[in-house]
């Protein structure tokens, strides 16, 4: 079955049975925790204390555009996801929600958690979340996902916003600590998700996404994730460079890019023939580590900073 007949068969079949379960698998959870996670650190790494209450609301308003974002992603890419093997068993490729459904349910969840934010928060941060929404639906899902195979590059952007939201919805503007934070998860995506590209490679050939080794080959996306890995070590020395982080993470964000870039090049040295592709497989776990670390040692010292003004240390 061809990806146009998927598309048809998926909006011609019964549904609208769907459980709060799958509902809440439209989300695409694992994706939303890691954008939370990052948010929660961007308000805390802003150099203006944000009330409890609005701290709250943004992170609320945060998580609910993420949610928003991946259901309107599996909406316009029900087909695609329909054959491949990863993300077949989704919600509207299963049959447990109509594509029609996922996009109502996407379409006020954006709606909705743009007016919030600007309503309870400020308008910088609620513009900024509604930007990020449009970049990731319209500009990387609809328009990059399916025509080049630098998608993940320039659409990587969509999901190194939210630090920067949260930040902005403390301080109303965006600084350089702002966007240190956003660098970090910009440039850590491209070799993130090529590792993953070629461990799943196999998938992505079969629903005609061009990522980059259909397209360039293993052996040249060996070569950028090296390349994008050595990017992340001034990349990583950013936020201590510009005061939002301190010796803690400079140590920790050192060691820990220093294990990524070794990854990276053992990836970089293995011949055509790595048909189990363990090792891109080790390094795409490794890199969601690297990130989630990162951002814990900038929260870590960010709470012992305020723990220890406050007179508990």
């Not at 950028?224 to 201590?240: D, E, R, S």
Request: glycine share 10%.
């Amino acid at each position: 079955m061809s990806l146009n007949q998927t598309y048809h068969a998926l909006n011609e079949a019964e549904g609208g049975q769907g459980s709060a379960r799958d509902y809440f698998e439209l989300l695409k959870p694992r994706v939303m925790s890691l954008v939370i996670f990052t948010a929660i650190v961007g308000l805390f790494a802003a150099p203006v204390h944000i009330h409890p209450w609005f701290g709250f609301i943004t992170i609320l308003c945060i998580s609910m555009g993420a949610g928003a974002s991946g259901a309107l992603n599996m909406w316009y890419d029900a087909d695609i996801d329909a054959v491949m093997q990863r993300t077949m068993k989704r919600p509207v490729p299963s049959g447990s929600i109509l594509p029609s459904e996922a996009f109502g349910f996407g379409l006020v969840l954006s709606l909705l958690s743009v007016a919030m934010l600007g309503l309870f928060v400020n308008m910088q941060s609620a513009a900024l979340l509604a930007f990020t929404i449009f970049f990731y639906v319209v500009i990387y899902t609809m328009g990059l996902k399916r025509r080049t195979s630098q998608n993940i590059v320039i659409g990587g952007a969509a999901g190194a916003f939210p630090p920067m939201i949260s930040w902005v919805a403390a301080t109303g503007r965006i600084d350089l600590g702002a966007i240190a934070l956003f660098l970090l998860i910009f440039v850590w995506t491209p070799p993130h998700f090529w590792a993953l590209a070629l461990w799943r490679e196999g998938d992505y050939h079969k629903a005609g996404v061009p990522m980059l080794p259909n397209v360039h080959g293993r052996a040249e996306t060996r070569k950028q994730i090296l390349i994008y890995a050595l990017l992340c070590i001034p990349v990583a020395a950013l936020p201590a460079m510009v005061g939002v982080a301190g010796w803690l993470y400079t140590v920790g964000a050192a060691a820990m890019t220093l294990v990524f870039v070794a990854k990276a090049v053992k990836l970089y040295r293995l011949g055509e023939n790595d048909l189990n592709n363990k090792v891109a497989k080790g390094l795409f776990g490794f890199s969601i580590i690297w990130l989630f670390a990162l951002f814990a040692l900038i929260l870590v010292e960010k709470i012992l900073g305020l723990a220890a003004f406050a007179g508990v240390f």
